[in-house]
């Protein structure tokens, strides 16, 4: 079946350090993958997202590359602040309806 | 405007009781689900509607049932309500949802606690 492994937190930063979350996942077909953000007490806001082998989805400084070879969709950015502060979620869909499937989520903490 | 939203905010209720949470997205979007987010944050999906029919019901309890009057709202009721259906729910929505690619756009939550 479909799964997503994704680092676990909590991952605490300084300011303007980098930051990288690891994402894996294990799938059949061509997968379309997602970064997902839940700022506390929120909804889940779309990141950024790729659809295809080798396709970057950026979006407020963070990017992430659909890596066929090494089933992966790490999410980077350079330089956090503490606004940055959140639940970070890795999903995948697969080639057919419905079932977003999410990872554990990562909890990241960026302090001054 | 708010794309997607949810009623009630803050549930709190006794065990045993039945309860119903509303979705309702102006966005106009085919396609509405259910999630359920434990304590642990883990996220899974629970229902999916299009054009108001059921396509994806994953194994949950006959405790609940989805109710999609219109494309554009997906209530939830739950019967005899336990102390494990404490939860946040979460309400998305996308265009269209065949080829994966959709983006589904998310409420901000129902955080019920059940008594």
């Known amino acids: 079946g479909n799964s997503v492994t994704q680092m676990e937190g909590p991952v605490t930063l300084s300011e303007e350090a980098f930051l990288t979350i690891n994402c894996t996942y294990t799938a059949t077909g061509y997968p379309s993958l997602f970064w997902y953000v839940q700022y506390p007490g929120e909804g889940l806001q779309l990141l950024l997202k790729?659809?295809?082998?080798?396709d970057k989805g950026s979006n407020k400084g963070f990017e992430a590359t659909y890596r066929k070879e090494t089933t992966s969709f790490h999410l980077e950015k350079g330089s956090v602040q503490v606004s940055d502060s959140a639940v970070y979620f890795c999903a995948l869909r697969p080639d057919s309806w419905g079932k977003l499937q999410f990872g554990a989520g990562t909890q990241v903490v960026v302090t001054p | 405007d708010t794309a997607v939203s949810q009623t009630p905010k803050y549930l709190v209720t006794q065990m045993g009781n039945d309860k119903s949470i509303k979705c309702e997205q102006n966005l106009g979007h085919d396609t509405m689900y259910w999630y359920k987010q434990d304590s642990k944050k883990f996220l899974k999906i629970m229902f999916s509607?299009?054009?108001?029919?059921?396509?994806i019901n994953e194994t949950v309890p006959n405790r609940f049932s989805p109710k999609s009057p219109d494309k554009a709202h997906l209530n939830l009721h739950i019967n005899s309500l336990e102390l494990g259906d404490s939860a946040v729910y979460f309400c998305?929505?996308?265009?269209?949802?065949?080829?994966?690619?959709?983006?589904?756009?998310f409420g901000p939550g129902t955080r019920l606690l059940v008594l």
């Open positions: 509607y299009n054009n108001k029919e059921l396509i």
């Open positions: 998305a929505s996308s265009q269209g949802d065949s080829g994966g690619a959709a983006t589904q756009y």
């Open positions: 790729a659809t295809k082998a080798d």
